[in-house]
Every structure is written in C-alpha cells, then in structure tokens.
C-alpha cells in the first residue's frame, strides 16, 4: 500500500470516541438501573472500550493517546454516574430521565451518588482512567 492510502483519519478519533462513549453510557446506566446498584466495575469496561477505540481510530501511541484516554474515560464515567442519579430521581419523581438531568443540582447529586456508591465502586471508578492512561501508551 502506498503511505498515502494509509495515513490516518485525524476527524475519525472524536467521532468513534463520542459515538463510543455514548453507546458505554447507555449500557452502564441500563444495567445499573437493571442491578439496582451504581455498578461501578462498569469504569474498567469503559476504560478497555476507550483503549480499543483509540486503538482502531489509528490514534498513534503517546503520550497524547494516554491523557486522551484518561480524560475521555473520567468523562464517561462522570456522565454515566449522573445519568443513573438523574434517572433514578426521575423515576421517583415522574420525570423522563432529561428532565431529572437538567434539573438536578450539584450538592443534590453529589449527596445521592455518596450514598449510593459503594467503597469498590469508588476505587473501581478511581481505578480506571488511570488504568485507561496506562493501557494505552
């Protein structure tokens, strides 16, 4: 193959990240809603997904790839951790899980997922963006 047929797709790498990260966040508060749990060992199931997207978008390894699988893991997490708070409000409250997204504050989350989270959640969801840092170099 000539190198010009091989050169990478630079606009591929944040369309299968988004793409990818948003199929892991349905998966990961479908499931915690189905457990009745925070299930939290789903962190490491997205810090393997960010690793095999960046892998397959081309994504040279670095250092670039490993702070991008960090960040791009802490946000998943993050928004799949809000997603299951707000639909568990939401629920409670008769409220789509939007609208229990859009008006649930900060300290009010915060309080419900401390709650919530178990001490192996924590370590688990602490665990795997730098486990996502460290896999992808």
């Not at 730098?130 to 896999?135: G, P, R």
């Amino acid at each position: 193959m000539s190198p010009a047929a091989r050169r990478p797709f630079h606009w591929l790498v944040p369309v299968m990240l988004l793409l990818g990260g948003a199929c892991l966040v349905l998966i990961w508060v479908t499931a915690a809603l189905y457990l009745q749990r925070q299930a939290g060992w789903m962190a490491l199931v997205a810090a393997l997904d960010v690793i095999v997207v960046l892998r397959l978008a081309g994504m040279p390894a670095g250092t670039p790839r490993a702070v991008l699988a960090l960040v791009a893991t802490a946000v998943i997490c993050g928004v799949s951790l809000w997603g299951i708070v707000a639909t568990q409000l939401g629920f409670a409250m008769g409220l789509t899980p939007w609208d229990s997204a859009l008006k649930l504050g900060l300290h009010h989350g915060w309080t419900l997922l401390t709650l919530a989270m178990t001490p192996l959640d924590w370590i688990t969801v602490a665990a795997a963006p730098v486990l996502a840092a460290w896999w992808s170099r």
